[in-house]
C-alpha cells in the first residue's frame, strides 16, 4: 500500500469491495489500490468468516472487473426500477 489510509476510507473500500457492481478498477481510481492490495486489505480488516465469504462471493465474478462485463460504459438498470424525477444526479 503506497499511503496510509484513514479509518473512513477502509469502511469505505470495504463497502465499495461488497458491492457486486463496483469494480476493482473503481477502487484503484479512487484509492490507488490494486486488486491484490484490497484482498489484502479485507483480509486484514475483516473476521475470517467474513472473509471467506466475500472472497467466494467475489472470486470469478464477472461485474467485479470491468474487461468481463457485459456492458461497456453506463450503469446497469433494471427494468423495473423506478424513474427517480426531480433528481440533478439522475439527470447528468
Not at 37 to 42: A, Q, R
Not at 51 to 71: C, D, P, Y
Not at 72 to 86: A, D, L, N, V, Y
Request: contains cysteine.
Amino acid at each position: 500500500m503506497k499511503q496510509e489510509l484513514t479509518e473512513r476510507e477502509i469502511d469505505r473500500i470495504i463497502e465499495m469491495a461488497w458491492e457486486d457492481r463496483t469494480t476493482f478498477d473503481a477502487i484503484k481510481i479512487q484509492f490507488g489500490l490494486k486488486e491484490q492490495e484490497v484482498i489484502d486489505l479485507m483480509r486484514r480488516e475483516m473476521k475470517l468468516s467474513s472473509f471467506k465469504l466475500w472472497r467466494a462471493r467475489v472470486q470469478g465474478r464477472n461485474t467485479k472487473h470491468s474487461k468481463k462485463r457485459e456492458f461497456e460504459k453506463g450503469r446497469f438498470k433494471c427494468s423495473r426500477q423506478k424513474q427517480i424525477t426531480h433528481n440533478k444526479i439522475s439527470k447528468r
